[in-house]
């Protein structure tokens, strides 16, 4: 049994404002499942909802400050976890990283600093918790110093950092090192510094034992000048310790035949109720009411980084084909205004929700034919995994955890029966425009899609895969 102390910034349900606290809410309970000992550890934000209130552990000096440590459990779990109690720092409203007012913390850099602080003292048991773990799992910058703090410790344990998304660095200026009281010894090229600045994910990269990211595609795709951000140098030269492990889903979650917020439950053998769902979407959505017509849908933060550009753009000359859309998201206004615009002038075609509804999200899975992602790149994804969990199809771009887990209709897929969606190459409006069309033509031969709907629904994309790979990695190191 390893003991393993899982340190991340956001952890579902307790507080999510993206994919990683999908994975810090499902990966410990999937390695508590395999007989782990694992303690999950996170700051004590305002915004953080607790079923019930957490008990005093101890208090700990770090940095000049006593920080308190509490304790509560993750729900419907048995994974101990740990909040870092401080409300100077984590007691004001706002989510993980950005104010009331959606402006990031001024005192961000602190905020994570001190977190990765006491998460050391927590690594070398001097947090009065009697608990040493053997592995510290970090992820994304926000945790990136604490291998970097560790590799100063003598009998120190071993750390693993997971990139989940590298476009978000933890970058700061170089007097920001000095604010933060960080050792002298850290700050060289070959540290914390880079050209001239601090970057709390080289911290990660440098000083862990192993790096893993999301998927085997990503792990490959950040070696490169398109996707490394300036860091694919340092991942080239540490490429014999950086592993891509594609991350899971909650499978009860997400499951038709159980699924709550859906109109009708369903499975592969009874796939004709399917049709119920999509007959509700379209009332829901306010489009007419057509089982023939193919129904797309994409619930996605509104980005450039998720290819929504590409979509906008093609959205008039699709709309004269038989399709209908149904979107659920939030993001960028100029592109949440554009969608809001073309919904109104095809109110027949396209409908359009801002914002984030789960139930919402669990309905258009069931309810659609096509589910859309033309990402530019994406480190995993879950909704092509979610969409094939549903014998929703996923209209894909070949990049990241999508090029992993989304087999292409093609003749000898379609023919071996592997086939589970649509794939495109390049981040291009024609691109996308031919898949479309062609995903078209698939949806009309009813033989081959209803395979397909088969094939996707058998895959196995539990946490249970996933987190029998990370067992693996801490055992090798």
């Known amino acids: 049994m390893k003991k393993i102390l899982f340190v991340t910034s956001e952890a579902h349900p307790l507080i999510k404002t993206g994919g990683l606290a999908d994975v810090a809410g499902s990966l410990p309970k999937a390695l508590t499942e395999l007989g782990q000992d694992v303690r999950l550890i996170i700051p004590y934000y305002q915004a953080v909802s607790l079923e019930q209130e957490p008990t005093f552990r101890s208090t700990i000096r770090v940095d000049n400050r006593d920080i308190n440590i509490l304790e509560t459990r993750l729900p419907d779990t048995d994974v101990i976890t740990w909040l870092v109690d401080y409300p100077e720092l984590y007691g004001t409203p706002g989510n993980p990283y950005v104010d009331e007012q959606g402006e990031p913390w001024e005192n961000i850099a602190e905020r994570f600093a001190v977190f990765s602080r006491v998460a050391v003292e927590i690594a070398m048991n001097r947090a009065n918790l009697d608990w040493k773990p053997d592995i510290v799992h970090c992820n994304d910058w926000q945790s990136g110093l604490v291998p970097a703090l560790l590799s100063l410790e003598q009998d120190a344990p071993k750390s693993i950092f997971t990139i989940h998304n590298l476009a978000y660095q933890g970058l700061f200026p170089s007097t920001t090192y000095h604010e933060l009281n960080l050792p002298g010894q850290l700050w060289n090229p070959a540290g914390l510094e880079f050209h001239e600045m601090l970057s709390f994910i080289k911290g990660g990269l440098v000083y862990s034992d192993r790096i893993t990211t999301v998927s085997p595609t990503y792990a490959q795709e950040i070696q490169?000048?398109?996707?490394?951000?300036?860091?694919?140098?340092?991942?080239?030269?540490?490429?014999?310790?950086?592993?891509?492990?594609?991350?899971?889903?909650?499978?009860?979650?997400?499951?038709?035949?159980?699924?709550?917020?859906?109109?009708?439950?369903?499975?592969?053998?009874?796939?004709?109720?399917?049709?119920?769902?999509?007959?509700?979407?379209?009332?829901?959505?306010?489009?007419?009411?057509?089982?023939?017509?193919?129904?797309?849908?994409?619930?996605?933060?509104?980005?450039?980084?998720?290819?929504?550009?590409?979509?906008?753009?093609?959205?008039?000359?699709?709309?004269?084909?038989?399709?209908?859309?149904?979107?659920?998201?939030?993001?960028?206004?100029?592109?949440?205004?554009?969608?809001?615009?073309?919904?109104?002038?095809?109110?027949?075609?396209?409908?359009?929700?801002?914002?984030?509804n789960e139930k919402l999200a669990h309905q258009i899975e069931a309810g659609i034919d096509i589910f859309l992602m033309p990402s530019r790149f994406e480190p995993c994804g879950l909704n092509q995994m979610y969409s094939q969990r549903y014998g929703t199809i996923p209209l894909v771009r070949r990049t990241g955890g999508l090029a992993d887990t989304v087999v292409d209709a093609m003749p000898d897929t379609l023919k071996d029966k592997s086939a589970t969606g649509i794939v495109f190459d390049e981040p291009s409006t024609g691109a996308l425009q031919e898949s479309i069309k062609r995903s078209l033509l698939l949806y009309n031969d009813k033989k081959t899609w209803r395979n397909m709907q088969k094939t996707a629904m058998s895959k196995d994309f539990s946490w249970q895969n996933s987190a029998k790979q990370y067992l693996k990695l801490y055992e090798s190191i």
Do not use: C
């Open 224 to 356: 490169t000048p398109e996707f490394g951000y300036g860091l694919e140098g340092l991942l080239s030269h540490n490429h014999e310790k950086l592993s891509g492990i594609i991350n899971g889903i909650d499978m009860e979650d997400w499951n038709p035949e159980t699924d709550a917020a859906i109109y009708q439950q369903y499975n592969d053998t009874d796939l004709d109720k399917k049709q119920i769902n999509k007959t509700e979407l379209q009332k829901h959505s306010g489009l007419p009411v057509d089982p023939e017509i193919s129904l797309f849908g994409l619930v996605s933060r509104l980005v450039e980084q998720k290819g929504i550009d590409l979509l906008v753009e093609i959205l008039p000359e699709i709309v004269t084909t038989p399709i209908q859309l149904v979107l659920l998201g939030s993001g960028d206004s100029s592109l949440e205004h554009q969608l809001n615009g073309l919904s109104r002038l095809y109110p027949d075609k396209i409908a359009v929700t801002i914002g984030y």
